[in-house]
């Protein structure tokens, strides 16, 4: 039988069988079928526009040419709203789905869309240190333009389609930002266009309230339109140290230890249970052993998670030398373990080989096909949260995830938070150091209710004088959200700057209600 024919008849049983157990029923207990026969080969044909559509516009010098132009398309969009009456709010026009976070916002649908189609890097200041975006530049396109130059950036979040202003507008992380802190504290200076169409740069020392207020506002004190960000020089390798650590307090203790050595370029810890984990630190180097040198971003490299897992299960430490550009990106392909609910059994070394330069499937194409039936399975059956919370408070804030989620591994991932204006600072006048934990999968606790549950995880966090993450799903009230954050220096400058009418307050864009 020839291969088309072959091929012909799977299609045709695959159809049959769709047929007999019904479209939703296979696209909510058989999603691989669809994530690996549909959504795998679409990632790959968006992969390659994009990356093509990057390197024709470097090379065509065509991005600051027309960054001006886009810019003023956008300014002429805001004056026609304000022609019009300003009867409706406005935020961006790019849609709900193409967002990593896992829910759509309602509010596109109602409010005035500004188309902003800014993808590009602009320009790279090797004098100053510092790169000029525009905000739809991904962290897989910017360390790609980077790294071949000598050059990355302090914080480089995880996810290859994480966006620049999605990082500045909400928040980013990285293993590295016990040194640099939160990725808004590596941005040196942004552009937006405002309420008015006026177009106004903003840093630490010109129009420095905005500069500061910019941060976790979720689009609503103007439109970003470029950010410059601060450079650092990249080396080839990571020197990795794994460390497995039994016991809670042991485990706590240790990663606080090892969280405030800034000779550390890199510290993160997947907690495997509540009383197992690794503990890794990292430093940046250019020599490398080379018997010891795992490349792990690789397709058929086993996901990291996985990998790291290894070093708990033989009870041994271990070192490794991985090329900085896949450790940068080593949670990527298995996007951290979600991967593993979706496609089984993604991890197997068959598959890995045949397939694995498939992997992962685009985030966004997976919220677009995802269905009513399956939204709500996730929402009351899987919970993606992370809560950045004091140091002092790991311990405590881990037996909390455990006693109310009961999901693992766990994120753990120290920055330091410093004292500056804005909706996120410490309590104190100095300085502190926090960390993210990341809690993504299923909740194995026991009469799980997502409502119930959540709510007390933000209660806690509020105590403790933490922060929720603003992508994830938040079940807070108005009163409790403005508990949490410092809006101070936020509602001074939107009524300043005419924000009220033009754009909803950033809880109205957040919370649960305006997300499906």
Aim: a positive charge; aromatic letters at 12%.
């Amino acid at each position: 039988m020839s291969p088309v024919w072959s091929l012909g008849a799977g299609l045709l049983l695959l159809l049959l069988w769709v047929r007999h157990r019904g479209l939703e029923a296979v696209l909510v207990h058989h999603r691989w079928v669809f994530v690996c026969l549909f959504l795998l080969p679409l990632s790959i044909l968006f992969d390659v526009y994009y990356q093509l559509r990057a390197w024709a516009v470097w090379r065509l010098h065509s991005a600051p040419r027309q960054h001006a132009q886009r810019v003023r398309h956008i300014q002429a969009q805001v004056r026609e709203w304000k022609n019009e009456g300003s009867k409706r709010y406005m935020c961006t026009g790019r849609p709900g789905w193409l967002t990593v976070s896992l829910r759509v916002g309602k509010y596109k649908k109602i409010h005035k869309n500004i188309m902003i189609n800014l993808m590009d890097v602009l320009e790279v200041d090797s004098e100053r240190q510092v790169v000029r975006v525009e905000p739809l530049v991904t962290m897989g396109q910017l360390t790609a333009h980077l790294n071949p130059m000598g050059w990355t950036i302090p914080v480089v979040p995880e996810l290859d389609d994480l966006t620049v202003g999605g990082l500045i507008m909400g928040t980013g992380i990285e293993s590295s930002s016990h040194i640099y802190g939160l990725f808004q504290h590596t941005c040196v200076a942004y552009e937006l266009v405002l309420a008015d169409g006026s177009l106004v740069r903003c840093s630490p020392t010109e129009n420095s309230d905005l500069f500061y207020a910019v941060p976790w506002s979720c689009g609503t004190l103007g439109f970003l339109v470029a950010a410059e960000i601060k450079m650092i020089p990249a080396k080839k390798y990571v020197k990795i140290h794994y460390e497995p650590v039994r016991g809670l307090q042991k485990i706590c203790e240790k990663f606080t230890e090892e969280s405030k050595k800034k000779e550390n370029s890199f510290v993160e810890g997947l907690v495997y249970s509540l009383e197992e984990a690794v503990i890794m630190t990292g430093v940046l180097t250019d020599e490398a052993e080379q018997s010891k040198i795992n490349r792990i971003g690789n397709y058929y490299k086993p996901w990291f998670f996985k990998h790291v897992e290894k070093y708990l299960k033989a009870d041994r430490t271990g070192v490794e030398y991985i090329p900085s550009r896949h450790y940068y990106h080593r949670h990527t392909r298995s996007i951290f373990w979600e991967l593993q609910d979706i496609i089984p059994f993604g991890n197997n070394p068959i598959f890995r080989y045949l397939f694995g330069w498939m992997v992962p499937p685009k985030i966004s194409l997976l919220k677009l096909t995802q269905g009513e039936a399956i939204r709500k399975l996730y929402e009351q059956h899987h919970v993606v949260q992370d809560m950045l919370v004091p140091m002092k408070s790991l311990e405590k804030s881990i037996q909390t995830f455990h006693a109310d989620l009961n999901v693992y591994p766990l994120w753990l991932c120290p920055f330091i938070l410093p004292n500056n204006p804005g909706m996120v600072h410490p309590k104190g006048d100095e300085a502190e150091l926090y960390v993210d934990i990341g809690a993504y999968g299923e909740p194995k606790r026991k009469q799980f209710e997502a409502r119930a549950s959540m709510r007390q995880m933000e209660k806690f966090v509020r105590s403790v004088h933490g922060f929720q993450m603003l992508y994830a799903d938040c079940y807070m009230t108005r009163e409790e959200f403005w508990d949490m954050f410092d809006g101070s220096l936020y509602h001074k400058l939107r009524e300043q700057m005419n924000c009220k009418d033009a754009f909803p307050e950033v809880y109205d864009k957040i919370c649960k209600a305006a997300r499906h």
